[in-house]
């Protein structure tokens, strides 16, 4: 893990730290074994985050606000991180028959696993693997890294195939499973997205999939997070939409 990378997990659940980013980013950024670049972009970066305020005048943004630019970079770096150390390991498994695509699999997790849903961008673990699928993809890392396990829900889904209920990452175990109605929007559980991009797994009739056999490119990267999907952030809505009457004048 570069110092740059270790630096932005801490600033999702170190809000000392994080505040004085924001007072003094070069001292700061010195201090953290940032380069130049690095504490340039970041600060770049935050002085952009949005403020969520209604009126648009906040002079003091919340720590959070901060955190969402935090994490937009985070998502960017690992995206391009996962993507070439999954294409290093498909050079090393090339003339395996059997191999069907190298991808990473990345997994963020919080301080806490009694607490899944507080702080989930404060950790973060990452793994190459090969298969087609998510399901042959997690399978493979889980039987190649002693450090990652994982469980599916037992919970009654209207829906077929199953659900991650939680992981466990060295020795502790992460427990949030989905809802299984999609009136309980708003509920945190294990989301999965491919490259940064939202995964299927949405609730609702006939918006949810199970991430068994969805399939993946090879070099792709498969996140795992626990997240409350909401449509603010460019996630579809649960349930399907109604559709709207025409009244003729």
């Not at 919340?62 to 935090?70: C, F, N």
């Not at 190649?144 to 037992?154: G, K, V």
Request: net charge neutral; glycine share 10%.
């Amino acid at each position: 893990m570069t110092p740059f990378n270790a630096y932005l997990h801490r600033l999702q659940s170190d809000d000392s730290a994080l505040s004085d980013f924001l007072t003094d980013p070069i001292s700061e950024g010195e201090a953290n074994g940032l380069t130049k670049a690095e504490r340039s972009v970041l600060r770049r970066v935050l002085v952009s985050a949005s403020n969520n305020s209604t009126n648009g005048y906040a002079i003091v943004r919340p720590l959070q606000a901060y955190r969402q630019g935090v994490r937009l970079l985070q998502n960017t770096m690992h995206r391009n991180m996962g993507a070439a150390a999954a294409a290093v390991a498909s050079g090393a498994v090339a003339s395996d028959a059997t191999a069907d695509g190298t991808s990473t699999l990345l997994v963020y997790y919080g301080p806490d696993p009694s607490k899944p849903t507080d702080q989930p961008y404060a950790n973060g673990v990452h793994f190459t693997g090969t298969g087609n699928t998510i399901g042959k993809l997690i399978d493979n890392v889980v039987a190649n890294n002693p450090t990652l396990s994982y469980e599916n829900s037992t919970l009654k889904y209207p829906d077929p195939g199953p659900f991650i209920g939680s992981f466990t990452i060295n020795g502790k175990t992460y427990n949030a499973p989905p809802p299984t109605t999609g009136e309980q929007a708003g509920i945190p559980f294990w989301f999965y997205s491919i490259n940064g991009k939202p995964g299927p797994n949405t609730l609702g009739t006939g918006a949810r999939k199970s991430y068994l056999n969805q399939p993946i490119e090879p070099h792709s990267v498969v996140f795992w997070q626990v997240i409350a999907p909401g449509t603010d952030y460019g996630f579809q809505a649960c349930g399907p939409a109604p559709k709207l009457s025409l009244v003729s004048s």
